[in-house]
């Protein structure tokens, strides 16, 4: 099959929700916005959801290691999930 063919095929897959592409079967709520620090989020409301959850996604690897300093980001990595006072076991 053509790119092409395939392309057209894979864009009626999907629809935007507040500029957000998403699958055509998801109902879900989609906002995008930007945190004053420049932290970009994306708020998802879905009604019949019983709980909540929250995730992060931390753009950098190995690759950003400074030269002198090897396995960086794989500390770093590990020090956010540390758990804390209020949570120690987390």
Same mark, same amino acid.
């Given at each position: =099959?053509?790119? @092409?063919?395939?392309? #057209? ?10 500029? %957000?592409?998403?699958?055509? %079967? ?7 916005? +930007?945190?004053?620090? /420049?932290? $970009?989020?994306?708020? %998802?409301?879905? $009604?019949? @959801?019983? +709980?909540?959850? #929250? ?5 950098? /690897? ?7 300093? @090897?396995? =960086? ?5 590990? =020090? ?5 006072? +209020?949570?120690?076991?987390?």
């Amino acid at each position: =099959m053509a790119l @092409a063919a395939v392309t #057209a095929l894979n864009a009626g897959a999907f629809k935007l929700s507040n500029g %957000v592409q998403v699958p055509l %079967v998801d109902s879900r709520e989609y906002l995008p916005f +930007t945190l004053p620090n /420049g932290l $970009r989020v994306i708020a %998802v409301s879905d $009604r019949d @959801a019983e +709980t909540s959850a #929250a995730a992060l996604e931390v753009s950098v /690897g190995c690759w950003s290691d400074p030269p002198e300093i @090897a396995g =960086m980001a794989h500390f770093v990595e590990h =020090m956010c999930f540390l758990g804390t006072e +209020t949570y120690p076991n987390e």
